[in-house]
Antibody, heavy 117, light 110 residues
Framework: EVQLVESGGGLVQPGGSLRLSCAAS????????MSWVRQAPGKGLEWVAN????????YYVDSAKGRFTISRDNAKNSLYLQMNSLRAEDTTVYYC??????????WGQGTLVTVSS | QSALTQPPSASGSPGQSVTISCTGT?????????VSWYQQHPGKAPKLMIY???QRPSGVPDRFSGSKSGNTASLSVSGLQAEDEADYYC??????????FGTGTKVTVL
C-alpha cells in the first residue's frame, strides 16, 4: 500500500525557515517524480514544486522560486521542502504527492504551516 | 498561471447526475490531454478520480467520467450517492513542468 507521511509543519515567524519532510513507503520511491502541493485553509490547491526521480531536475511555481528548495533522499525514501523567507501567504497545508508528470496519483495527509508573529 | 475556473457549487439528489466544468486556456486545458480530477472530503487528502481527461484509476467507480472540449474539461458523476458529497478539483499540465489546479467545486447531495 502506498503511504506518504508528511512532517515538519508548525508555527514560524514571518521571514523564518522551516523544513518539511515526507516519508514514502509501499512503492519504489526512486522511480517516481514527487511533488509538493499546498492548500490554504478553505481554499483551493496550488502546485508548489516537483523533483525528478533521481533528483536531477526540479521545478517551482513562481511564488516559490528563490525561497523554497525541493530535494529527496532515495536511500531514505524521503522527500523534503526547505522553505525560507516565509510569508503570511505561505500559511497552508502542504501535501506531498507522487507524480506521474500528468497527474498526482497518491497524496499524503498534509502538514500545516502557519506563518505568524 | 491563473487557476482554472470551476463553478463554486453543484448539487443533485441521490441517483441523479451532476456535471462540473473546468475552464482554462489553450496554454493548459486546451493544449494538452492532461486534465485530472480530484475528490476531497473535509479534512482529508485529495484523491485522484480521473486522469488524462477520461481515464479512471483502478477502484474508482464507473459512475465518474471525464471529457474535454476545447479549453473546457468536465467531470460527470452519475447515480449520485451520499459519499460523493465532497469538493472536486480539476488540474491541468500547463507546459514547462508547470501545473495548475481549478478553483474547486463543492458537490452537495440533496
Amino acid at each position: 500500500e502506498v503511504q506518504l507521511v508528511e512532517s515538519g509543519g508548525g508555527l514560524v515567524q514571518p521571514g523564518g525557515s522551516l523544513r518539511l519532510s515526507c516519508a514514502a513507503s509501499g512503492f519504489t520511491f526512486s522511480s517516481y517524480w514527487m511533488s509538493w502541493v499546498r492548500q490554504a485553509p478553505g481554499k483551493g490547491l496550488e502546485w508548489v514544486a516537483n523533483i525528478k526521480h533521481d533528483g536531477s531536475e526540479e521545478y517551482y511555481v513562481d511564488s516559490a522560486k528563490g525561497r523554497f528548495t525541493i530535494s529527496r533522499d532515495n536511500a531514505k525514501n524521503s522527500l523534503y521542502l526547505q522553505m525560507n523567507s516565509l510569508r503570511a501567504e505561505d500559511t497552508t497545508v502542504y501535501y506531498c504527492a507522487r507524480h506521474t508528470l500528468t497527474y498526482f496519483d497518491y497524496w499524503g495527509q498534509g502538514t500545516l504551516v502557519t506563518v505568524s508573529s | 498561471q491563473s487557476a482554472l475556473t470551476q463553478p463554486p457549487s453543484a448539487s443533485g439528489s441521490p441517483g441523479q447526475s451532476v456535471t462540473i466544468s473546468c475552464t482554462g486556456t489553450s496554454s493548459n486545458v486546451g493544449g494538452y490531454n492532461y486534465v485530472s480530477w480530484y475528490q476531497q472530503h473535509p479534512g482529508k487528502a485529495p484523491k485522484l478520480m480521473i486522469y488524462e481527461v477520461s481515464q479512471r484509476p483502478s477502484g474508482v467507480p464507473d459512475r465518474f467520467s471525464g471529457s474535454k472540449s476545447g479549453n473546457t474539461a468536465s467531470l460527470s458523476v452519475s447515480g449520485l450517492q451520499a459519499e460523493d458529497e465532497a469538493d472536486y478539483y480539476c488540474s491541468s499540465f500547463a507546459g514547462s513542468n508547470n501545473y495548475v489546479f481549478g478553483t474547486g467545486t463543492k458537490v452537495t447531495v440533496l
